[in-house]
């Protein structure tokens, strides 16, 4: 039984350095599809998107299709309705065509999101708006918003750079909340 265990061991080090030597983007692909099979072995959760406003084309495209998937076998997303993760999220959940199995919840009221936003939320079945952090600041309503969505779902997936506060800090909350959290460094 040794042996075998050795054996692995070797040979994962082996992978993992011949992994490290991939494209960045080839890695992230791999990561996702590992993402999907520890999901499909556990069966289906309430997962918590969380991420950057600030993301490039090609994570906003391997985000949507994450979402895609993990709504495709049955998951329930939670997110909020900002641009660059968050939407990709939405695209991506709205393309599996199962609107049961995706909630948005807003930091504010409906009107003070961005009318890129706005337009995407009218094809969202499940949109729960919290008007009364209104008089908040949006990093203040946000804070409030990551919270009650950590109080919904199992899981958390999360895209930030190493500077992003807010999301480090949600990532935090939900460690302390004994759930499950991925994290994706953009940087």
């Known amino acids: ?68 998937a993990m709504v495709s076998t049955g998951n329930h997303i939670y997110t909020s309705g900002a641009t660059g993760t968050n939407a990709a999220v939405i695209k991506g959940a709205l393309r599996a065509e199962q609107p049961q199995l995706l909630t948005v919840i807003l930091p504010q009221s409906r009107s003070k999101q961005p009318q890129e936003s706005r337009e995407l939320l ?25 919270r009650e969505i950590i109080s919904k779902v199992q899981q958390v997936i999360c895209f930030a750079f190493h500077d992003s506060r807010l999301l480090l800090e949600t990532c935090a909350e939900a460690k302390e909340s004994k759930k499950i959290v991925t994290l994706f460094y953009l940087d």
């Open 122 to 146: 009218e094809q969202v079945q499940n949109v729960v708006e919290m008007p009364h952090n209104d008089h908040m600041t949006l990093m203040e309503a946000s804070r409030v918003c990551n």
């Open 1 to 68: 039984a040794d042996l075998d265990y050795l054996s692995v061991s070797v040979s994962v080090i082996a992978v993992a350095r011949q992994f490290a030597a991939y494209p960045l983007i080839f890695r992230q692909a791999v990561l996702l599809q590992e993402l999907l099979a520890i999901q499909q072995n556990d069966g289906p959760k309430n997962l918590g998107f969380f991420g950057t406003r600030n993301m490039g084309m090609t994570h906003q495209k391997l985000v949507e299709i994450l979402s895609y």
